[in-house]
């Protein structure tokens, strides 16, 4: 038996290589099983505790600024710099008060700036409805505006004030104020009403002249008259008289007459539609037209007389005389048309005498001065020329 056990193994009993007397018992084998389980468990316990430790020491720091050198420190140490910022749907925000506003510019890293604080500071700007912030890896800040527009501009009594579709000024006039020269280009592009009044009946013009853009791409202003009818004036100082409550169908008419003889590009002084069955010219008259008997000035302008079909109004020989009795500061119809004879609609009578074609040269764009009813000089339209017809009502 001795002998055996030493062949098999050693003298206490236990067999070489760990068969019978190395065998591990149940509970390191229980603990080995734990440990294999225990070591996620551990590492979420781990990151758990660094969680709740950040949010503690966030917590207990009065603002960010205690990170700020931190955070610096680290944005400096990253290789990602902004090498480009794209700005869509700009129009009337002045692009340095929206690069102040951003906070950022090309070559500072592309973290180092807040993009929510940079949203919200845009949010503040005139004319800003809406706006979109973001970082685009690894170079790009995009910025995307929807701007809050005016719908036009008033002038009344040489002041300009920005309104919306109601008349009502809008809350910021910045855009019209002294030192604001970068913000001229947005400003003419809007619409100009002129006169007491304009303001509030606007929005059905532009309307109608929206419907006929041949027609509104000559029209510098639209100028009020006895706050009852409109006066377009012409980027090349011609006056276009629309009737009383049927601009539109009058604006329908004019871009037929462009389409058809490109009515607006000749050189006419006037152009009367007050009338509900016939539409008068005043043209410019000829430069070897006779001069006066007196010598004084020139022969009257020719005029053309154009019969149509009514507004579904009866027809009359002469137009309704503006209301004057507005104010005495009202932008005032100066002009009539002549009077045509009765019995041939086609042939009209000699025209009341007209400024020299002299006085009709283009002159540098100025504040348009609004008359009263008694006053003898003419009414400059936006693009400032001398009216058709002097003082005549």
């Known amino acids: 038996m001795t002998s055996r056990r030493a062949r098999n193994g050693t003298s206490d009993g236990r067999v070489q290589g760990g068969v019978i007397g190395d065998r591990p018992s149940r509970l390191l084998i229980f603990l080995k099983r734990q440990r294999r389980l225990m070591r996620p468990v551990l590492a979420l316990l781990l990151l758990a505790i660094l969680v709740a430790g950040g949010i503690v020491l966030l917590r207990r720091s009065a603002t960010e600024t205690d990170f700020a050198p931190i955070r610096a420190r680290l944005i400096q140490l990253l290789p990602l710099h902004i090498a480009t910022i794209s700005v869509t749907g700009r129009r009337l925000t002045s692009e340095d008060a929206l690069m102040q506003a951003l906070g950022t510019s090309v070559g500072q890293p592309i973290f180092g700036f807040s993009v929510k604080a940079a949203r919200d500071r845009i949010d503040r700007l005139p004319f800003v409805d809406h706006v979109v912030v973001e970082r685009h890896m690894p170079d790009t800040v995009v910025v995307q505006l929807t701007e809050r527009s005016p719908f036009a501009v008033w002038q009344d009594h040489g002041r300009f004030t920005l309104i919306n579709r109601d008349g009502a000024a809008v809350a910021d006039q910045t855009m019209v104020g002294p030192g604001n020269e970068k913000n001229a280009q947005a400003f003419l592009q809007l619409p100009l009403v002129v006169g007491d009044g304009a303001n509030v009946a606007a929005g059905e013009l532009i309307d109608a002249l929206g419907q006929q853009p041949v027609v509104r791409d000559f029209v510098a202003a639209a100028v009020r008259v006895g706050d009852r009818r409109w006066n377009l004036s012409l980027k090349d100082g011609t006056t276009v008289m629309l009737p009383e ?114 006085a009709l040269t283009p002159r540098a764009p100025g504040v348009i001065h609004q008359t009263s009813p008694g006053d003898d000089q003419p009414l400059p339209p936006p693009v400032p020329l001398a009216p058709p017809d002097g003082g005549q009502n």
Do not use: N
């Not at 008419?253 to 509900?276: F, K, T």
């Not at 005043?282 to 022969?299: I, K, L, N, Y």
């Not at 004057?324 to 019995?343: I, K, L, Q």
């Open 245 to 358: 409550g049927h601009d539109p169908e009058a604006l329908a008419r004019l871009a037929r007459y462009q389409g058809d003889m490109r009515l607006l590009e000749r050189p006419v002084i006037s152009i009367d539609m007050r009338l509900p069955d016939r539409m008068v010219i005043h043209q410019v008259p000829a430069p070897d037209a006779p001069r006066t008997p007196d010598g004084s000035g020139d022969a009257p302008a020719g005029t053309t007389t154009a019969t149509f079909p009514g507004y579904g109004k009866p027809a009359s020989t002469t137009p309704k005389s503006d209301d004057h009795a507005s104010a005495a500061h009202t932008s005032t119809d100066r002009t009539s048309p002549p009077h045509s004879t009765p019995a041939h609609p086609h042939v009209a009578a000699p025209a009341p005498h007209t400024p020299s074609p002299q």
